[in-house]
């Protein structure tokens, strides 16, 4: 499934609309994971550990969001938008969001 941010795909052209379609995901992090992440990674700035629950979150939002346009019929996804929340400082859940335009493309 094609799936891009702009409103159009070049070379192909859009038939069919079939709405707005989104993926959410939302991961809490592990205590442990985030006291030694924080260890680990205060020297350098970066925090791999981080990085790839980031990562994992939005690949499971976009799968989502493309399991949702299939099945609607679609074969792309245009106008995606992802977003990234923070929900609650104590307890650190991570909250990624994806959103976009289920089409039929030709």
């Known amino acids: 499934m094609l799936v891009t941010t702009t409103h159009n795909i070049e070379g192909k052209r859009i038939t069919r609309y079939h709405g707005l379609v989104a993926g959410e995901a939302i991961l809490g992090a592990n205590l442990f994971k985030d006291l ?23 690949d499971i939002a976009l799968e989502e969001l493309q399991r949702r346009a299939h099945d609607l019929g679609a074969n792309a996804v245009v106008g995606v938008d992802l977003d990234y929340e923070v929900l609650g400082k104590s307890n650190g859940m991570l909250m990624v969001s994806a959103s976009g335009t289920a089409v039929l493309v030709e």
Do not use: P
Not at 36 to 57: M, N, P, W
């Open 36 to 58: 030694f992440a924080g260890i680990r990674d205060l020297v350098g700035g970066r925090s791999a550990t981080y990085e790839k629950e980031l990562q994992r979150a939005r």
